[in-house]
């Protein structure tokens, strides 16, 4: 076993030394990679160094380098030193962490964890915290709270009685929410096309007026979704004007804040969040702006009762090690890796000033983007650039662009993604690696402008 895990941590280390200079998105061979890693289970075993060796060789090819300090796709952070470290701990413990029982220290990390996540990000001490799998089950878990709570209104138990017959509460989402809530809504049988849609401003943040007036023109039970970071331009909804508005009409308010909510954890971007603290709840990756490795969601509930009632579980063999609440209580499973691990080591490298100066960092380096790219000639800049994201067009045209982005992903000194916003065709560039530099981003700009100049 030792000499097993020796040769890994010495792989790890290979790679980790190669990921910046690995080209970033490279052309992948489906066929290739089903050969070397396919074929029959085999009969007997096979000595596991062998096995990792093996699988380390065959998988290489097929590796995008999205830890790296060039990969600006998606929402994609990498992990820090003292996250990735951890997370091979949490393995090598290999607790569960559902239960304070089986895993006493995990519990007493997570709780550490979440006590900071609930500071740094500015909202209420008292709320209850869930270490799920990413925003999406955050999203779940919530807005699962959320059901409980207006349901119970009106005098209704979902959890016993379930949706059938039960008062249809109204769900209000902005017309740019991420794809994640409606998934959400589907799971929670909330359903997701019965939704009252708010109309959005130019950034893709909603207008409380429209909100509003969705409200006003009905009654009985609602749930607003409101949202913290586009996932395109990284636009922040009017959180004090939505909460203010959803609360006079009764409405439960949930922010998606996978990303945009780490704005909190800088004095300077903190005013773009103003009243986030006022909502009912609120979901967050670990796994995007904080880099921590992947497997790492938060979902946060003011009203822990509404969150126990629609998560918790009771069982004969369930016998609690604490007064506290076991974990299982906040998250839709029952076993599970001990998530909040990486997270707590993250925040305890970093510091409450790291993270803060993390945040910032990839905000500037976005900025620096759009200044290099915008001055170039028939390129534009579509976004107002608040947060880490870019959004650039060339020649005004979506061939163009749809060619620039080809070109760039072939080229493999970085990779971005293309997206549609209002209709035209874009570049979206997302900087939320830790390890990036000024001279990753300028190294970036320049293969991205030669190949527009290339197309
Ligand atoms: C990424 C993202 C999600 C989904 O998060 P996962 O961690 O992929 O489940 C939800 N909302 C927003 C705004 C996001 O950026």
Known sequence: MEELLRQTADLAAEFLRQLPERPVGPPVDPAGLQAALGGPLPDGPIDPRQVITDMAAAADPGIVASAGPRYFGFVVGGSTPAALAADWLTAVWDANAGMCVSAPAAAVIEDVAAGWVLDLLGLPSTASVGFVTGATMASFTCLAAARHAVLAQSGWDAERDGLFGAPAPRVVVGAERHVTI???LRYLGLGSDRVLVAE???QGAMLAGSLQALLEAGDGPAIVCAQAGNV???????????????????????????????AATTPALRPLLAGVSGADSWATDGHKWLNVPYDSGLAIVADPHAHAAAMGMTASYLVSASAEPDPYTWTPESSRRARGI??????????????AELVERCCALA??????????????????????QVLVRFADSDEATREVVARVQADGTCWAGGTTWQGRGAMRISVSNWSTTEADVDRSADAILRAFAAS
């Open 182 to 184: 409606d998934v959400a």
């Open 367 to 388: 900025n620096r983007f759009a200044v290099r790219l915008g001055a170039a000639d028939g390129v534009e800049v579509l976004n107002e650039v608040v947060l880490n």
């Open 342 to 355: 990486p997270i707590y080591a993250a925040l305890r490298s970093l510091g409450r000033a790291g993270v």
């Open 232 to 262: 395109n331009t990284g636009a922040i909804d009017p959180l004090a004007e939505v909460c203010e508005i959803a609360h006079r009409h009764g409405a439960w308010v949930h922010v998606d804040g996978a990303f945009g909510l780490w």
């Open 200 to 202: 959005v401003d130019q």
